[in-house]
């Protein structure tokens, strides 16, 4: 899991894929995104933190923002987090397990719901679904309370790569018509058709690993144009190199420092096949831009 965040807008972090451990800098802290006021100033219009807007994590697994946010103070309005059954299964029984969480869900105007792959508490909702399926979603995104005219941020982080893209299709216009003013961060691999993505494909195919949606990621342009084909209003994208060499140089030494990275070559590589894609609906974050030096 990545370091313990103390930002209000640290949902801008998008872990790096853990299958991947040449990826250094895993430890990555959305501090040093949020930093420069275009990013900051923006979400804090989108209102997101401070109880107004809703953060939709889509196949969350065992990711731990909500708890995050929650003992920083910056819980949103409504937190989802969305996963297979047999995920958010595992994902119940370990919170029930633990005093701590269950004691940070408690509320006085709201009661903790279990069932076999889903959790519902006051502000914060686990639910088991596929997301290929818009019929079934829809009726989960009910029961955890979602408001569709709320500011709504969206995270994924390797998720859509796994879907192939008639569903990601039906799903983003889905999204786009139900949640007018929204954000959409994606994490995702990218420029997979020359030599180094190929080999990171066939590595991944090598374990089981098929990725149905691999053609959107084969530039920053496919990965665009997978958005504002499916009635987003606009988006944009940056390899992870940008991003790293956006950071202010004390972060850059310290991730370097912590990994004690000596090849050079091999990141800047693996952080070419590697990006972060928004996209709006919506005035708010329309100019938004994370790697911006």
């Known amino acids: 899991m990545s370091p313990k965040q103390t930002y209000p807008v640290s949902v801008l ?30 979400l804090t219009n989108l209102s997101l933190s401070g109880g107004k807007g809703q ?47 269950i004691d940070m869900l408690n509320t006085e105007d709201g009661e903790i719901r279990f069932s076999t792959t889903d959790l519902h508490a006051a502000n914060y909702h686990l639910v088991g679904t596929d997301l290929r399926h818009i019929a079934e979603l829809n009726n989960k995104l009910t029961q955890a309370e979602v408001n569709y005219n709320l500011p709504t941020m969206f995270l994924a982080e390797c998720v859509l790569v796994y879907i192939d893209a008639s569903a990601t299709s039906s799903l983003l216009k889905w999204l786009a018509m139900k949640f007018p003013n929204s954000l959409f961060v994606n994490y995702e691999q990218v420029n ?32 665009q144009r997978r958005f504002t ?21 004390m972060d850059r030494s310290q991730i370097e420092h912590i990994e004690m990275l000596d090849e050079r070559e091999l990141l800047t590589q693996l952080l070419q096949h590697y990006c972060i894609a928004i996209a709006w609906n919506g005035q708010t974050l329309k100019n938004l831009s994370i790697a911006q030096g």
């Open 229 to 249: 084909m499916n009635n987003w209003e606009g988006s944009n994208a940056w390899t992870m190199v940008e991003i790293y060499d956006s950071l202010p140089e």
């Open 13 to 42: 972090f998008i872990r790096i894929a853990r299958e991947y451990r040449g990826l250094f800098f895993l430890g990555l802290k959305a501090s040093s995104l949020v930093k420069r006021g275009d990013l900051n100033s923006n």
């Open 55 to 101: 953060i939709i994590n889509l196949g969350a697994g065992f990711d731990t923002l909500y708890w995050r946010l929650r003992k920083a103070g910056n819980s949103p309005a409504n937190f989802v987090e969305l996963d297979f059954p047999s995920i958010t299964a595992k994902k119940c029984y370990h919170i029930k397990k633990h005093k701590q969480l």
């Open 192 to 223: 997979m058709k020359d030599k180094f993505g190929q080999v990171m494909l066939s590595n991944l195919r090598s374990r089981g690993c098929l990725l149905a949606g691999v053609e959107d990621c084969e530039s920053l342009e496919t990965q």
